[in-house]
């Protein structure tokens, strides 16, 4: 099992938690994204972008959660700090 990484970001006032999954593959990541109580697992290409929203939680549940605005501001920050 890789090591798991984690950090914060901040964007419009939300602090939003950062845990890096594992390596994909492709040469991309999976990541998990959480503000407050939900949490987004992300498939994100080497560049930054999103392949795919894997699954999303509320309150630790599974939950079918919309795409959140600061999602590509998110990705393009972690891509400029890899």
């Known amino acids: 099992m ?6 914060e ?3 419009g006032g939300k602090t939003i938690a950062v845990e890096i999954v594992e390596p994909l593959n492709s040469g991309g990541v999976r ?7 939900r949490k987004w697992r992300v498939d994100v290409t080497k560049t930054g972008s999103k ?10 549940q599974l939950a079918d959660l ?5 999602l590509e501001d998110a990705l393009s920050m972690l891509a400029r700090a890899a």
Do not use: C
Not at 2 to 7: G, I, M, N, T, V
């Open 66 to 70: 919309d795409e959140p605005d600061w």
């Open 2 to 7: 890789p090591e798991q990484e984690q950090d």
């Open 9 to 11: 970001l901040r964007i």
């Open 51 to 60: 392949k795919a929203i894997v699954t999303t939680w509320r309150d630790g």
């Open 31 to 37: 990541v998990d994204l959480e503000v407050d109580d």
